[in-house]
T-cell receptor
């Protein structure tokens, strides 16, 4: 299969600071990456879709200025949570797909963000 | 727009007993269907997928699912569960022309008891 990594796995930050989460496809070229948010005991909610070299497409209700997504290369996408607040605390999961994976998305292990 | 309903939020089951997790979807076009498993504090792992062809799909860890177009269902089954199958299970659908955006069901928590 294809492997997707995320870094960091856990991060704690103070309210008002910004946090960057990286998502990497390790053994395939990811033409599309997706960012999800998951609250405790809930399902995954798609935040945005990013295609390599173009601006991300955000889902309705997701603030693009707060959740900055950059898909700068075929193996890396980053999500920056700007001016984080406690309500941004959540589990953030990325996924990736490419020509090699077809319709299937491969998921990263997730990043637990805690804002104090 | 597509939607997914997982009818059971929790399913307790004894070890070595069979389990079925129900999933119904709503879409006006052709879809691809997926089942994922999530262990605590981890990402999602694909169990199986239906893209086309045979409606009975076999996946990893002894799981299988059957696509029923008339009932718009994609139920997941395992004939004999293990303690290690305790996890959260998500059904997901993507419309073939939807740019591969996945819509997830609410999840079913399976708790396998000894």
């Amino acid at each position: 299969g294809a492997v997707v990594s995320q870094h960091p796995s856990r991060v704690i930050c103070k309210s008002g600071t910004s946090v960057k989460i990286e998502c990497r496809s390790l053994d395939f070229q990811a033409t599309t990456m997706f960012w999800y948010r998951q609250f405790p005991k809930q399902s995954l909610m798609l935040m945005a879709t990013s295609n390599e070299g173009s601006k991300a497409t955000y889902e309705q209700g997701v603030e693009k200025d707060k959740f900055l997504i950059n898909h700068a290369s075929l193996t890396l996408s980053t999500l920056t949570v700007t001016s984080a607040h406690p309500e941004d605390s959540s589990f953030y999961i990325c996924s990736a797909r490419g020509r090699r994976t077809g319709y299937e998305q491969y998921f990263g292990p997730g990043t637990r963000l805690t804002v104090t | 727009a597509q939607s997914v309903t997982q009818l059971d939020s929790q399913v307790p089951v004894f070890e070595e007993a069979p389990v079925e997790l129900r999933c119904n979807y709503s879409s006006s076009v052709s879809v691809y269907l997926f089942w994922y498993v999530q262990y605590p504090n981890q990402g999602l792992q694909l169990l199986l997928k239906y893209l086309s062809g045979s409606t009975l799909v076999k996946g990893i860890n002894g799981f299988e699912a059957e696509f029923n177009k008339s009932q718009t269902s994609f139920h997941l089954r395992k004939p004999s569960v293990h303690i290690s199958d305790t996890a959260e299970y998500f059904c997901a659908v993507t419309e073939k022309a939807a740019g591969n955006k996945l819509t997830f069901g609410g999840g079913t928590r399976v708790l396998v008891k000894p």
